[in-house]
């Protein structure tokens, strides 16, 4: 497919559509999540189907929860900061896994794209400075979106271990808060059970 036939697909319109605006990282995780599909031939999740773990918090990790079906509120997203473009995704029908690892250089900017962001970054853009920046950026989207796969991403089997599905538990009052929590992620404290938002605020209770 060339850009333009991804541009206007239903498939990149729905991850435009959950981030927002069309940007290089959206365009990173569409590429990265297509190449993950195609290589494990599955389709979207449904369910639990399929497990991501994504290495990044930024825009391409909307593509792939749109594309893939693992989501946070699924529990089969999984999400490590480490500041990477690296997507792997796991098929619990198959047992199979790939990973994508963006490739140095895929994200460079030019300097006038970098002096923008800087001046965006700093409150100091004109109209004018966020028409350009918007312009560069849709062409650095633009550009990933027609790229080769073998030019953007490295893509190797993953053999890592599938985790569990998701678990469904009661919750149970946090003795500080008041708060419904789920049971295992309470802190039993001098005999009371007590929420990580507590230990880490010291929060004091609602009522006596």
């Not at 590429?31 to 599955?42: H, I, K, N, T, V």
């Not at 989207?141 to 893509?155: A, E, N, P, Q, R």
């Amino acid at each position: 497919m060339t850009a333009e036939d991804i541009l206007s697909s239903e498939d990149f319109k729905k991850c435009a559509d959950f981030h927002g605006h069309i940007c290089p990282g959206l365009a990173i995780g569409y590429r990265a999540a297509m190449a993950a599909l195609d290589w494990l031939e599955e389709n979207r999740a449904m369910d639990e189907e399929m497990v991501a773990t994504v290495e990044t918090d930024a825009c391409g990790t909307d593509a792939v929860q749109v594309l893939t079906g693992c989501t946070l509120g699924k529990g089969n997203l999984i999400l490590k900061y480490y500041g990477k473009h690296v997507y792997t995704v796991v098929s619990r029908n198959s047992g199979e896994g790939v990973r994508v690892a963006l490739k140095a250089g895929v994200l460079e900017l030019s300097e006038r794209h970098q002096e923008l962001v800087r001046k965006l970054s700093g409150g100091e853009a004109t109209q004018e400075d966020r028409k350009e920046f918007w312009e560069l950026h849709h062409k650095k989207s633009h550009d990933i979106l027609g790229g080769s796969l073998k030019d953007l991403f490295t893509i190797k089997a993953a053999h890592i271990a599938i985790p569990p599905k998701a678990m469904i538990e009661p919750s149970k009052m946090c003795e500080r808060c008041g708060e419904p929590t789920m049971v295992s992620k309470l802190s039993e404290i001098d005999g009371h059970y007590v929420c990580k938002d507590c230990l880490d605020n010291d929060y004091q209770p609602l009522a006596e």
